[in-house]
Nanobody, 122 residues
């Protein structure tokens, strides 16, 4: 049974930073693409970032490019999202996602975490 458990959300002022963590279990982590999505109130869930199995390739939504960094540690079954220069419009529930490939995780992930709230105050 696959489980994705996020942590690290919280409240931060605009311009600040937060780190999100997602620990995966139930599947050989190094064979999966991993990603982050977010959903703001009243909006659809949207892609934020993805990383390939080895960590050698990363992909970002235009809205976060240059501010967010995705990384993974296959020895710890963990994917990270470092968020810098946060803006109020980054406020959302952030979800960790897993797929068989990077392409899949960016479009139709196999599994989702429960989500962690990120709130950026102005």
């Amino acid at each position: 049974q696959v489980q994705l458990v996020e942590s690290g959300g919280g409240l931060v002022q605009a311009g600040g930073s937060l780190s999100l963590f997602c620990v995966a279990s139930g599947r050989t982590f190094s064979t999966t693409g991993m990603g982050w999505f977010r959903q703001a109130p009243g909006k659809e869930r949207e892609f934020v970032a993805a990383i390939s199995r080895s960590g050698g390739s990363t992909y970002y939504a235009d809205s976060v490019k240059g501010r967010f960094t995705i990384a993974r540690d296959n020895a710890k079954n963990t994917v990270y999202l470092q968020m810098n220069r946060l803006k109020p419009e980054d406020t959302a529930v952030y979800y960790c996602a897993q797929g068989r490939t990077t392409t899949q995780v960016m479009s139709v992930p196999d599994y989702w975490g429960q989500g962690t709230q990120v709130t950026v105050s102005s």
